[in-house]
């Protein structure tokens, strides 16, 4: 295990206050360290080797608690959670947020490595993070890719996962359901994944990488009235030195324009036929999410263990942790109660 620390960037927005009073949902306790506007921040981002890579991560909590891995989504980073894990810690739960490939302080050890953002590469990054930090089983939570992945874990490695909780439901897909056209106006919502087949794409997301992922945000949560110091501390996630390319090989394996590599092959052709997922599940809607997302109806029965659905009110956008916190963790503590 090698690990290091550095300061977390500005935190917690007015906006997700205001919207938590909206909802009638209190805000997270302030962590132990704040930044120069005096808002909350994570006290201590670790790294450890797992895998391809050497992650950043946060952990907080009792080290002999219940743990919960919480896993972001793009273009957003480990700042989803600011407000719902020092309700988990409080809870009782060892808390795990960790940087994604491309995200924060996460790098690929092997500079030659390819920078894969395949379903099963993230999926295959948790498993060895868990293994590093020897973590037999956890609650997985998150929303985005970092929902998806937690879906291929606990439907591949079911044996791992105490309980799921998964904003927008079952986000297990193929390369073959890929290639099967959507009516225009769910098209109209993919066009980045378009922009981004095209060389022009991935030269734009390369020069303009930071304000794209800002408009994502506004239309991913068009109800969601952030302000810039929330935006920035996130966006500096995104500088880091593999972000385009994972992000443009992600949205390209799911156009087929990427083959994906040959050690997941087995794993994508698992993943292929759309396993159900046993093990106790919590969904997750906003009312507002703009980003595309499946209706609840279509995938309940993917999940055949222990279920429940919540629809959460108040125009509650795609970055469902951030806008309701205590509804997301609340949801995480009920989900081990079911």
Known sequence: MNQTTQPARRLFATAALALAASLAIAP???HAQTGAAG????????????????????????????????????PYDIN??????????KAGYRVIIPHLRGFGTTRFLNPKAVRNGEPAALGVDLIALMDALKIDKATLAGYDW??????????LWPQRVTGLVAVSGYLIGSQEAGKQPLPP???????????????????????NHHDFAKLIWKTASPQWRF?????????????????????????????GLEKGEAKYADLEAKLAKLPNITVPTITMEGD????????????????????????????VGHNLPQEAPKVFADAIIAVGKL
């Open 28 to 30: 997270g306790a302030a």
């Open 39 to 74: 808002l909350a921040t994570f006290k201590t981002i670790k790294q450890i080797k797992a895998g391809d890579l050497d992650v950043g991560y946060v952990d907080e909590g009792p080290a002999t608690g219940p743990v919960v891995i919480l896993l972001h989504g793009w």
């Open 80 to 89: 989803s959670f600011i407000d719902v894990a020092p309700i988990l810690v």
């Open 146 to 155: 970092g929902g998806r992945t937690a879906d291929v874990v606990a439907a």
């Open 185 to 207: 106006a769910a098209e109209l919502q993919w066009w980045y994944q378009f922009y981004f087949a095209t060389e022009r794409g991935r030269l734009g997301y390369e020069k």
């Open 227 to 255: 302000d810039d110091a929330t935006y920035e501390r996130s966006a500096a996630s995104l500088e880091n030195p593999d972000h385009v390319a994972v992000t443009i090989y992600n949205y390209r394996w799911r156009m």
């Open 288 to 315: 507002a999410n703009g980003a595309p997302h499946p209706d609840p109806a279509a995938y309940a029965a993917k999940f055949t263990g222990k279920y429940k659905h919540i629809q959460v009110p108040g125009g």
